[in-house]
Each structure stands twice: as structure tokens, then as C-alpha cells.
């Protein structure tokens, strides 16, 4: 490396990962496109290597930018959780907290909680990251997290708020067509909805429900929302959270007594945020208002 590059650079790196374009990173960073190619011709002349090569669909990393990717991804994280932090000495509650959910909760729980939330507090920003994977707190790529397993990492201040119930359910038009199973067994003669990348957890559930396997699906999508659409939709028997079918009376559950499974439910923040009006408001509020959706 010829000299230490500047941050502007990784920055602009960072950006053109992810929208795949310099067009779309400078508008991300407003920039104009001359200065973003700047950048990343500075940064390439800097690391000694090409890093991205132009192709029909944009610009496509090469083998020495996927290299340097976790590095600068984490250097821009742990530049955006240091401005965070800073801002958080404030005691009022005001500026950015960036909450990390999984799909379902983020889609069917979370806009009402933070719609209320946003009303308490006027100058509360929120950044939702909505992924069933596991945003690492600890690196501030999230500062409160909702998660469905027991957190495990030191530093970091947990509440459990109870656990959310899954199990089988249908739209009500697709049982008055196919009928509804008396049995475990009688699942294998249904259209099914599940996964299709199997995931520890699944191989867990799946030990004890042989009948959910992936070769008996009928549709198969990794996607949780994918899935409760498609269950709404009456294409088959799938797994949703018992208190969003509950509130909509055309989902019907089927096999409650043969088929459950509990949730636990988290909500974590880094313990570095506890002096932070602003997490702690959206911590407490997050507590509170979950709470009714789970059972102790």
C-alpha cells in the first residue's frame, strides 16, 4: 500500500458496494459521480489493485474488494456507532437509534409500537434492519436488537420479555377445499409451506415434526413474510405466530394440540447505551408494548 488512504474513501468504497453503481453511491453520499470515481481510482491506486470491474448489470467487485470488504464494512459501522454513542450523551431523547428485527416481527409488530413511539418523541429518528440473521451488537451494527434466542455475548443488557407462540395455520378457503388434518400424519396429503435452506433452528423443530420436512413442501421460500402471505393467500398449511393469526379471522389453526412452538423473546442493547435517553426510551417502549404479544 503506497500511502494510508483517507476515510472519505473507504466511505465511498462502501457505498459503491452496496448500490452497485458510482451514480447510485454518489447519490447515497451526495457527491457527484466525478468525485465518487475519484475515490475509489484513489483507493484503488492506494491498495495497489483494481477493485471493481464494469459489467451489463454495473460495477462487480473483484477478488481484492470482496478481500477488504469486512474490514471496511466494520470500520463504517464502528464510524456510525462512535457518532451514536456521542450523540447519546444528550439526555434528551432525540437522533438516530437503529433497531435489528426479524422479518415478521419487523413487518407485523413493530410499525404500530413505532409509530407511538415517534409521537412521545418528535426528534427520535429509527432505522429499522430487518434480517432473521443476528446483527452483532457488540460491533454496533445495531444498537437495540428484538431477538427470538437467548443472548449469549458479555457487554451487552437483555430483557426477556416471554416467549411467542408458533404453530399451524391455513386460510379458512383453503380448508373448506382440501379439509382439515386430525393428525400429524394427515399433513403429507396438504399443500405445505416452509423453508428451503435448512438453518439449525429448523433442524431442531423438524426433529421433533418429522412431518415438516423440506422434501413435503410445496412451496418453499426462506422468507417468513413470503410465507404468511402465502398462507393468507390459501395456496396451503404453513407456521405463523399464533397471536398475528389471532387477530385476522380468516386464519384458522390447525393441529393446536399436536404442533407448537415457543419463541423466547429478547430485547438487547449494548450496555455502553444504557446513559442514552434515546435507547433507553425505545428500549423501555419496546418492552412494554411486546409484552401483550407473548405469553410468561
Given at each position: 500500500m503506497s500511502s494510508e488512504p483517507s476515510w472519505d474513501l473507504y466511505r465511498t468504497f462502501a457505498a459503491v458496494l452496496r448500490e452497485g453503481s458510482l451514480s447510485g453511491a454518489a447519490r447515497t453520499l451526495g457527491l457527484s459521480q466525478p468525485s465518487?470515481?475519484?475515490?475509489?481510482?484513489?483507493?484503488?491506486?492506494?491498495?495497489?489493485s483494481r477493485l471493481f470491474v464494469r459489467t451489463p448489470r454495473g460495477l462487480s467487485p473483484t477478488d481484492a474488494a470482496l478481500e477488504i470488504k469486512p474490514f471496511v464494512e466494520l470500520l463504517v459501522s464502528t464510524s456510525a456507532a462512535l457518532v451514536r454513542t456521542a450523540e447519546?450523551?444528550?439526555?434528551?431523547?432525540?437522533?438516530?437509534?437503529?433497531?435489528?428485527?426479524?422479518?415478521?416481527?419487523?413487518?407485523?409488530?413493530?410499525?404500530?409500537?413505532?409509530?407511538?413511539?415517534r409521537q412521545r418523541h418528535p426528534a427520535l429518528t429509527i432505522e429499522l434492519s430487518l434480517s432473521n440473521a443476528l446483527d452483532d451488537?457488540?460491533?454496533?451494527?445495531?444498537?437495540?436488537?428484538?431477538?427470538?434466542?437467548?443472548?449469549?455475548?458479555?457487554?451487552l443488557v437483555s430483557k426477556r420479555i416471554g416467549s411467542i407462540r408458533l404453530g399451524l395455520h391455513a386460510h379458512q378457503a383453503y380448508l373448506a377445499r382440501r379439509g382439515t388434518p386430525v393428525s400429524l400424519e394427515e399433513l403429507g396429503r396438504h399443500d405445505l409451506i416452509g423453508y428451503d435452506v435448512?438453518?439449525?433452528?429448523?433442524?431442531?423443530?423438524?426433529?421433533?415434526?418429522?412431518?415438516?420436512?423440506r422434501s413435503a413442501f410445496a412451496l418453499r421460500v426462506d422468507s417468513d413474510v413470503a410465507q404468511l402471505a402465502a398462507i393468507r393467500a390459501g395456496f396451503g398449511i404453513g407456521v405463523c405466530q399464533v397471536p398475528i393469526a389471532t387477530s385476522e379471522p380468516d386464519l384458522m389453526r390447525v393441529l393446536p394440540d399436536a404442533f407448537a412452538v415457543d419463541l423466547e423473546t429478547w430485547v438487547v442493547m449494548h450496555e455502553d447505551l444504557r446513559s442514552s435517553a434515546r435507547c433507553r426510551a425505545v428500549f423501555d417502549a419496546l418492552v412494554e408494548e411486546l409484552a401483550p404479544l407473548v405469553h410468561r
Open positions: 465518487a470515481a475519484r475515490h475509489i481510482d484513489s483507493l484503488e491506486a492506494a491498495v495497489g447519546g450523551r444528550a439526555s434528551e431523547v432525540d437522533g438516530t437509534v437503529r433497531i435489528s428485527a426479524s422479518e415478521v416481527v419487523g413487518t407485523e409488530h413493530l410499525p404500530p409500537i413505532l409509530a407511538r413511539l451488537l457488540l460491533q454496533r451494527k445495531a444498537d437495540i436488537a428484538i431477538r427470538m434466542v437467548r443472548p449469549e455475548q458479555q457487554a435448512e438453518t439449525p433452528a429448523i433442524r431442531a423443530i423438524a426433529q421433533h415434526y418429522p412431518a415438516l420436512t
